[in-house]
């Protein structure tokens, strides 16, 4: 028989030999046949060392000071990026809880009583003459789980992983209000190039009445000649109207993104506003993976899934607990002599035997979310692939009609102007120039308006792409669960994969694998 000194030393050891046995699946991230280059491929640019995807403010390239002060405007104010961060936040204090269960629960306490008995209390014995009772006790407490299977450790794991898939979704947010207001902002500059075109448009066709009325006042021209120009240029007056208020709705909208009230915030008219069409370097389709943050954080919520599903099978097996208290005890004054003192040491064991299929169905969900959570992190490649593949083809077919919108408006503009010269020299009946300054007014307006695709088109692919984030700016596992500001975590260098589980989905058995 062992006796009670031999056996503590090995029910210590058993412990730790227990202790860290990992129920968690391999993890491995899924590996997906990728194309080798993009269909539209030939909307990028030739890629020289010095020309990559810009890092950070990818804006910066459309050249519009503007733009880069909303930009800065909007990352700080905007109430919906803010609470973003409040939640990655939480993610992350909710990780340093999780961490917290690995480590022993030590406290102190401490308690002082006078209690009174009444005398005629029963089974009270003649020799009792003091009817007050004092008790003194000061105390501490330590509590102590064993992790044998990795519960608490797989559980912390995963909270940090979704603390990490937390921090992509914040930059995949500010991605979205990046592109949302580059986009709007074009939108907005292209109004403005527009009523700059129907402005001109409205000086071309006042001068176009006044010809009319005189030719009319000299019994040249017929007064359904005059009322043609009447006519088109009020027309026109009310297409620039129709921008005004376009452009009104649109301020208002860049108000609400920047994050400050609508009444209070101007974007004064700039018609020649110099946006230029960036250049986008060729990325190959594998870059896109480690580019979007949408991905990072599908692929982080599934390896969290994964770590769960250690955590449903280590309920199979027994779980213990160490607790101990010691201080001192006493009814006077005379508390902390050895003679006081207290103590207790004792272990708990208990094991699940039968609870009607829980722990099995529990297991079965954890299967189930984890499988979830692959294929919502395929669909988010597939999506991907279909966003980048829009955008080039939009990129390439927009230069190609950009090029055919720009031989169109030289070809109108020269109609305009001879159809105007063979009317005022009495060639021409005014119907031809009605419909020659109406081919040239759509041919100018259809180019602003291809420009600004052109830009908003640059916007998305860069979106598409990614913007200028990477799997570096994601926290690392220990960088998830530090203090500070949310947003300053998002430069931290990125953790690697864990991998990815291909196990079956069956209940665990008594050979788990040692880490």
């Known amino acids: 028989m062992i006796s009670m000194r031999l056996a503590r030393p090995c029910l210590v050891l058993a412990c730790g030999l227990l202790s860290g046995c990992d129920l968690a699946p391999a993890y491995h991230p899924p590996q997906f046949i990728l194309p080798s280059s993009y269909r539209g491929s030939a909307a990028f640019s030739v890629a020289t060392p010095d020309d990559s995807l810009p890092r950070g403010d990818w804006w910066r390239r459309f050249n519009d000071p503007v733009l880069d002060q909303l930009e800065d405007e909007a990352a700080k104010n905007n109430p919906n990026i803010q609470s973003i961060a409040a939640q990655y936040q939480q993610a992350r204090d909710i990780a340093r809880e999780a961490e917290a269960g690995l480590f022993p629960s030590i406290g102190v306490g401490g308690s002082f009583s006078d209690n009174k008995q009444s005398f005629n209390r029963l089974f009270r014995g003649n020799k009792y003459t003091n009817n007050i009772e004092s008790s003194n006790v000061i105390d501490a407490t330590a509590s102590w789980e ?128 110099n946006l230029t069409v960036p250049q986008i370097p060729a990325e190959l389709p594998v870059d896109m993976l480690q580019r979007r943050p949408d991905i990072a954080d599908a692929e982080r919520k599934m390896a969290a899934a994964n770590s769960s599903i250690g955590v ?80 080039l083809s939009l990129t390439s077919l927009l230069q190609t009609e950009a090029a055919q919108e720009q031989q169109a408006l030289s070809a109108a503009n020269e109609a305009q102007s001879l159809s105007l010269k063979l009317y005022t020299g009495g060639l021409s009946d005014y119907l031809d120039v009605v419909v020659s300054q109406e081919s040239a007014l759509t041919a100018e307006v259809g180019a602003v308006d291809v420009k600004t695709r052109q830009l908003q088109a640059a916007v998305e692919l860069i979106r598409a792409l990614g913007g200028g984030w990477s799997t570096r700016d994601m926290p690392s596992a220990t960088q998830a669960m530090s203090t500070g500001l949310a947003s300053s975590s998002l430069n931290s260098n990125a953790s690697q994969a864990d991998g990815q589980a291909q196990e079956e989905n069956k209940a665990p058995t008594n050979g788990a694998s040692r880490t």
């Open 312 to 391: 449903s099978r280590a309920a199979f097996y027994p779980n213990g607990a160490i607790n101990a208290i010691a201080g001192f005890q006493d009814n006077g004054i005379n508390l902390l002599t050895l003679a006081n003192s207290l103590w207790s040491v004792g272990a708990s064991i208990t094991m699940p035997l039968f609870e009607g299929g829980l722990r099995h169905a529990e297991l079965q969900r954890a299967w189930s979310a984890y499988a979830e959570t692959r294929d919502q992190y395929r669909a988010t490649i597939l999506s991907a692939f279909q966003e980048v593949e829009d955008a």
């Open 146 to 273: 064993p992790d044998f299977w990795d519960e608490i450790r797989n559980h912390a794991k995963a909270q940090r992983q979704l603390a990490q898939g937390s921090a992509a979704f914040l930059a995949s947010a500010q991605l979205s209000l990046q592109a949302e207001l580059a986009s709007e902002y074009i939108a907005l500059r292209g109004l403005d190039a527009e009523q700059a075109v129907y402005q001109n448009a409205i000086g071309y066709y006042t001068t176009a009445v006044n010809i009319t009325q005189m030719r009319f006042s000299d019994n040249i021209a017929s007064g359904l000649d005059v009322a043609r120009s009447q006519n088109q240029l009020a027309a026109t007056e009310v297409l620039e109207t129709n921008v005004q208020e376009k452009r009104a709705k649109l301020q208002n909208a860049i108000a609400d993104l920047v994050g400050v009230p609508a009444s209070s915030f101007v974007l004064p008219p700039e018609a020649d506003a």
